[in-house]
């Protein structure tokens, strides 16, 4: 059987997300997707979907883990 798709041709498609030849063209990262890059390590940017409330949560919660960290070495040291 030949076919005439050669998938060792297309060096994008077993590549991680952040070595892609389209993932850099100077656009936005959202904190969804960012979160996506840091959990799959580089693998896949839509693990979290689209939603956004998602990405800010792990962001709110490591700003606040941070703070009570401060606050705890300051106050009950």
């Not at 998938?7 to 904190?31: C, G, Y």
């Not at 799959?40 to 800010?56: F, H, P, T, V």
Request: charged share 20%; no cysteine.
């Amino acid at each position: 059987m030949k076919t005439d798709f050669d998938i060792f041709a297309n060096r994008d498609l077993f590549a991680p997300v952040i070595f892609r030849s389209q993932f850099n063209n100077f656009e936005t990262l959202t904190v969804d997707r960012a979160w996506s890059l840091f959990f799959s390590g580089g693998i896949e940017d839509k693990r979290l979907g689209n939603r956004s409330e998602l990405g800010w949560f792990f962001s709110n919660f490591l700003v606040a883990t941070g703070v009570s960290g401060i606050l705890w070495a300051l106050f009950l040291q």
